[in-house]
């Protein structure tokens, strides 16, 4: 098991570019969530997904945010423009049933720095 | 918005003590969970407690909690240097829409 894949690791990028962070989650998990984690605000829910699809996405902060899993086994987080306050690190995690029922697996996370 | 509450923010401790971590929280939850990060890494899972437990034991780790003071305590026995890390309390309360929500942590430094 290679546990919850990301990438790029880190993403250094110029205000105004687009982002894409990229999620692998474990085979088999039908839940994945895209957090933030910022010093300020600590870990924050943005979006999850059950079976592909999405379910709640109250936490988006903005329009510029959209996520997207196409299938069961890759899932995307883009922000289109980049600001600066988006510099954070990402953190997509997978589990086997949701509402908290079974642990949520993470994977390392994306460290994004927007200058 | 957050449902738990570490408390304390930090603590520094010498190896081999133990080292006592809280969790406070405000509305009913299902279960309450607590999870470790190391620095530069994602968050590990290491124990879930549910409504109707009061304690949970998984190797050094012992879990309480306390439904009527809406409060859970980490115990970590007889600590080492790999314990050095933060750590996070999650709840998810008892609504029909309710997610897993994390406080800020706690920050243990375990000095060799």
């Known amino acids: 098991d290679a546990g919850v894949i990301q990438s790029p690791r880190h993403e250094v990028t110029e205000m105004g570019q687009e982002v894409t962070l990229r999620c692998k989650p474990i085979?088999?998990?039908?839940?994945l969530f895209w957090y933030r984690q910022t010093m300020m605000r600590g870990l924050e829910l943005l979006i999850y997904?059950?079976?592909?699809?999405?379910?709640?996405d109250s936490g988006m902060p903005e329009d510029r945010f959209s996520a997207k899993m196409p299938n069961a086994s890759f899932s995307t987080l883009k922000i289109q423009p980049s600001e600066p306050r988006d510099s954070a690190v990402y953190f997509c995690?997978?589990?086997?049933f949701g509402q908290g029922r079974s642990p949520l697996h993470f994977g390392n996370g994306t460290r994004l720095t927007v200058t | 918005s957050q449902q738990g509450e570490e408390d304390p923010q930090a603590l520094s401790i010498q190896e081999g003590e133990n080292a006592t971590m809280n969790c406070s929280y405000k509305?009913?939850?299902?279960?309450l969970q607590w999870y470790r990060q190391n620095s530069g890494r994602g968050l590990v899972h290491l124990i879930l407690?549910?409504?109707?437990?009061r304690e949970k034991h998984s190797g050094r780790l012992r879990v309480t909690l306390d439904t009527s003071k809406k409060s859970s305590s980490l115990l970590i026995t007889a600590s080492r240097a790999a314990d050095t890390a933060s750590y996070f309390c999650?709840?998810?309360?008892?609504?029909?829409?309710?997610?897993?929500?994390f406080g800020k942590g706690i920050t243990l430094s375990v000095r060799p």
């Open positions: 995690a997978s589990s086997l």
């Open positions: 085979s088999g998990h039908d839940y």
């Open positions: 509305t009913s939850i299902n279960n």
């Open positions: 407690i549910r409504s109707n437990e």
């Open positions: 999650a709840t998810i309360d008892t609504g029909a829409n309710s997610k897993l929500t």
């Open positions: 997904f059950n079976n592909n699809v999405p379910i709640d």
